[in-house]
């Protein structure tokens, strides 16, 4: 309920000239009914969306600022990187050059272990001979060896097939199938093995 004094002093004098008494100068009470709550809801409306609007506004602003920070900091990491491309393309061909580098000097080391192989090898096999076996052929397919000699007993072929074995470092996969006695006497025997780069 609303409490409007719309007439003020008038009613008042009507009133005093009527009745004559103080009570009827007071304040009329009128009932506005549900209609004046219904009226403040537009206004609350309009203040809310101000509101928002005014939050949208702002928040639309920060949105545009670090867009523009981004591109711009965007825009000085292409400078830069066009800055730097010659220093980029000198480092990569610096980087390959080492690569080759590094495989030639891979290559020369791998040649030098082989050319060095064979004297190792011929010096191994033989601390590996015995006094009374010889080698009548030695071949060679890839990394396997093939010997073929003669010797003057069983013993002296089997200590030589011992002595190969025990030097691992240099031979692996010694395959031994036996010894037979040739028509001269001697006993013919074939060891055939892997030659390993232990260089």
């Known amino acids: 309920m609303i ?6 002093d008038a009613l008042a004098q009507a009133g005093a000239k009527k009745g004559g008494d103080k009570a009827s100068a007071e304040p009329v009470e009128v ?4 209609g004046g709550s219904r009226s403040s809801l537009p206004i609350a409306g309009v203040v809310v969306g101000l ?3 005014a939050f949208g506004g702002v928040y639309y602003l920060w949105l545009n600022s670090e867009f523009t920070r981004a591109e711009k900091k965007k825009a000085d990491l292409e400078q830069d990187r066009k800055q730097y491309e010659p220093y980029i393309a000198l480092e990569k061909k610096f980087r390959e050059k080492k690569e080759t580098l590094q495989k030639k000097e891979e290559v020369m080391s791998a040649l030098k272990r082989q050319q060095a192989l064979p004297v190792h090898f011929m010096e191994e096999l033989a ?3 015995p006094d009374d076996v010889w080698f009548k052929k030695v071949s060679q397919k890839g990394m396997t060896i093939t010997v073929e000699g003669e ?3 069983f013993e002296s072929i089997n200590a030589f097939y011992g002595n190969l074995q025990s030097r691992t470092r240099w031979f692996k996969k010694i395959n031994y199938p036996g010894a037979k006695r040739s028509s001269t006497g001697e006993f013919e025997f074939t060891i055939s093995f892997e030659l390993q780069n232990a260089v």
């Open 51 to 53: 509101v928002f609007a």
């Open 3 to 8: 409490k409007i004094n719309l007439l003020g």
């Open 31 to 34: 009932y506005m009914g549900e």
């Open 151 to 153: 010797a003057r007993n």
């Open 127 to 129: 601390n590996s001979l």
